[in-house]
C-alpha cells in the first residue's frame, strides 16, 4: 500500500487545470492578530501607477556599473580653437580627460574641527645645519626629552661629532651620524598649540637630489635653511650649488609657503652681523622671484641659531638681533593660514616601501581619504589592495585625510610588485596612466641645445622615470604666456618655455596640471642638474576601468 502513494497522489493531479495568475492589485494579507496601524504601507504611486522595489533595479544596478567603469557623464565637445592641440589615444579618438568625481567625506565636520595637518620639509646646501634645526624643533617642542638628548650629546663626543648631537634626533642610521650627511628624508613630527606637523628632512649633498624630491612632493611649507657661516653661504649659493636647486625644486613641487632661515647666526665670523644677514637677503631675493615665489606674500626671512635655538620657538632676551622685530619660528609657522586642499577622489602616491609583518606603503594622501573599508585599488598594475592598519605620525587610526602622511599595511600586493610612483587609488575612481604625452615645459638650466630624440629623468608626484622627447609642438611667448604663430621649433635651448610630445620607457600615473596640480607638475634632470620643469597639458590615454568593471564590460560586449 505504501509502495502505491506516490503513483496515487500522482494519478489525482489535474495537469488541464489554467496557469495561476497572481492578482498584484489585491490588498496586503494583514493577520487578524496584527494591529491595523501596524500594517505595510502600501507602494507608492507614479503617474497613476504603482511603484514597487523591482522597478528601480535596472535603475541601482547602472549606477553602480557607471561607478566601477569610472565614466562619467559627456559633456559636449567644442571644435579645438586655433592654435589648440588636440592629443589622439592610441584608439585614434580625441581624449580631454574630464574632472574626476567627488567622493562625499563621512567626517567633514570632524575634520575641521581637528587640529591642520602641515607637512613641513628642510632644504639647503649641505651643512647648512637642516638636521641640527630638525633636532631643536623636537626638544623645544617636548618630542625628544632632555634625557635623550644628553644620550645623543654623550655619543657624539665619543665620535668627535660634538655639535652634531641635535642632528641625531633625525639622522638616526649608523652611516648618516658618521659621514654627518643626511641620505634619507628624515621623518619627526611635533604639535604646537594649532597644528599638527610633520618634519621631513630632505638631504643636501648633490648625490642625493632624488630623495631630496620625493620629499618636496611631500611637502606643504618649506624651510630655506642658509649657512651664514663666511663661504658657506656662497658655495651654496653659486652655480651648481643645492641652494639655487632645491628653490627651483621645491617651487615645482608646488610648494606655497617659504620661510628663509638664516642659520649659524651666532658663529664666530658673524656675530649676528646685521650686515651679513641683509647680504645674504639681497642675493637670494632676485633668485626667488624668478623661480616663481611672491616675496612680499610667501616668503618670509628670518635669523636663527640651530645650535643655540635662539629664534626658533621664542625671541632670546637680551635680543642679538634687535633690527629683526617678527616672530619666532615656531609662532610664524602655526599661524599660517589653512592650506587649501584637493577635493576630490582618493589619490596616495607611494613614497616608500618596507615589509613588517606585511607590505606597508608610506606616502602623503594628496586628495580624498582613506579608511579601513575603502575598496582600493594600486596603480598602475590595477591591483585590488585593502588597508588592513593605517599609521598618521605613528599612531594607529581608523581613518586619515588628505594632507596627511601615512603609512599603511596593505593586503592583496607583494613588495617585489610594488615601486615608488604607483598610486593607491579609489576602486570607483582610477587615476590615469599613460606613456606619451604632452606638456608645457620651460629650460632652466642646460647649456647646449635639446631636440627630439633626447633623454632624460624625470621627477613627477614620487614617480622617477626615464622620458624622450618626441618632438616640438609650438613655442610659448615669455611676455604674454600664448602659443607663438609659425612654424613649431626645431629644437630648445636654456630658458625657452616649448609646449613638447614626450614619452615614457613605461606607463606612469598622470594628470592633467589643470585638473589636478599634484600628479600633474614635474622636473627633468640630466647628469645630475635639473634643466627643466614642466606641467602636463595633454595625456595620450583614456581613464583606466578597475578590473572587475573592465570584465564586466568585455563580458557584455563578446
Not at 628624508?185 to 610633520?198: D, L
Not at 617659504?258 to 647680504?279: G, I
Not at 634643466?531 to 583606466?544: D, F, H, Y
Request: glycine share 8%; net charge negative; aromatic share 8%.
Amino acid at each position: 500500500m505504501g509502495d502505491n502513494w506516490e503513483t496515487n497522489a500522482e494519478a489525482q493531479l489535474n495537469i488541464n487545470a489554467p496557469v495561476f495568475v497572481p492578482n498584484i492589485n489585491a490588498a496586503p494579507f494583514v493577520p487578524s492578530w496584527l494591529p491595523q496601524s501596524a500594517a505595510p504601507a502600501a507602494a507608492p504611486e507614479v503617474n497613476g501607477v504603482e511603484k514597487t522595489a523591482e522597478d528601480d533595479w535596472d535603475k541601482s544596478e547602472d549606477v553602480v556599473g557607471d561607478a566601477q567603469n569610472g565614466t562619467q557623464m559627456e559633456e559636449t565637445k567644442e571644435p579645438p580653437k586655433p592654435n589648440e592641440i588636440v592629443m589622439e589615444t592610441e584608439d585614434g579618438e580625441d581624449e580631454t580627460p574630464q574632472p574626476t568625481k567627488k567622493k562625499k567625506d563621512p567626517t567633514a565636520e570632524q575634520r575641521e574641527q581637528a587640529k591642520e595637518h602641515i607637512n613641513i620639509v628642510f632644504v639647503g646646501h649641505v651643512d647648512a645645519g637642516k638636521s641640527t634645526l630638525g633636532g631643536q624643533i623636537m626638544y623645544l617642542t617636548g618630542e625628544v626629552d632632555k634625557r635623550t638628548l644628553e644620550k645623543y650629546e654623550r655619543e657624539a663626543k665619543d665620535a668627535n661629532r660634538e655639535s652634531w648631537y641635535l642632528s641625531w634626533a633625525l639622522d638616526t642610521n649608523k652611516e648618516e651620524r658618521e659621514k654627518g650627511k643626511t641620505v634619507e628624508v628624515g621623518r619627526a613630527s611635533f604639535e604646537t598649540e594649532k597644528k599638527t606637523f610633520t618634519i621631513l628632512d630632505a638631504p643636501g649633498h648633490r648625490s642625493y637630489v632624488p630623495n631630496m624630491i620625493g620629499g618636496a612632493a611631500q611637502a606643504d611649507v618649506a624651510i630655506l635653511v642658509i649657512s651664514a657661516r663666511k663661504g658657506e653661504f656662497e658655495t651654496g649659493f653659486e652655480k651648481g650649488g643645492q641652494t639655487r636647486e632645491h628653490t627651483t625644486l621645491i617651487k615645482t613641487a608646488g610648494v606655497k609657503y617659504l620661510v628663509v632661515a638664516v642659520n649659524k647666526m651666532d658663529d664666530p665670523t658673524v656675530e649676528w652681523s646685521e650686515e651679513r644677514y641683509n647680504e645674504i637677503i639681497e642675493k637670494l631675493t632676485p633668485f626667488l622671484k624668478k623661480s616663481g615665489f611672491n616675496v612680499k606674500k610667501d616668503v618670509h626671512f628670518m635669523p636663527i641659531s640651530g645650535l643655540t635655538g635662539s629664534f626658533i620657538r621664542d625671541i632670546p632676551t637680551p635680543n642679538p638681533f634687535p633690527s629683526y622685530d617678527g616672530p619666532s619660528l615656531l609662532t610664524y609657522i602655526d599661524d599660517l593660514p589653512r592650506i587649501l586642499r584637493a577635493d576630490g577622489p582618493l589619490r596616495l602616491p607611494v613614497a616608500g616601501k618596507y615589509k613588517d609583518m606585511g607590505v606597508v606603503v608610506c606616502g602623503k594622501i594628496e586628495s580624498g581619504f582613506l579608511s579601513k573599508s575603502s575598496e582600493l585599488i594600486m596603480m598602475p598594475i590595477k591591483k585590488e589592495v585593502s588597508a588592513m592598519t593605517i599609521f598618521t605620525d605613528k599612531e594607529e587610526t581608523d581613518i586619515s585625510y588628505t594632507g596627511e602622511n601615512v603609512e599603511i599595511k596593505l593586503k592583496g600586493v607583494e613588495e617585489e610588485e610594488l615601486s615608488t610612483g604607483f598610486v593607491v587609488c579609489d576602486k570607483n575612481d582610477l587615476c590615469h596612466v599613460c606613456r606619451k604625452f604632452e606638456a608645457q615645459i620651460h629650460i632652466v638650466d642646460y647649456d647646449s641645445i635639446i631636440a627630439p630624440g633626447f633623454s632624460c629623468i624625470m621627477h613627477v608626484h614620487t614617480a622617477i622615470e626615464e622620458v624622450v622627447f618626441k618632438g616640438f609642438l609650438c613655442s610659448i611667448e615669455r611676455k604674454t604666456g600664448k602659443r607663438a604663430e609659425g612654424k613649431p621649433p626645431r629644437f630648445v635651448k636654456q630658458d625657452d618655455i616649448v609646449i613638447a610630445r614626450l614619452e615614457a620607457t613605461r606607463p606612469i600615473c598622470l594628470e592633467m596640471f589643470s585638473m589636478f596640480p599634484q600628479m600633474g607638475r614635474f622636473t627633468l634632470r640630466y647628469n645630475d642638474r635639473t634643466i627643466a620643469m614642466g606641467r602636463v597639458e595633454r595625456l595620450g590615454s583614456k581613464q583606466p576601468q578597475a578590473p572587475a568593471a573592465a570584465a564586466a564590460q568585455n563580458a557584455t560586449s563578446g
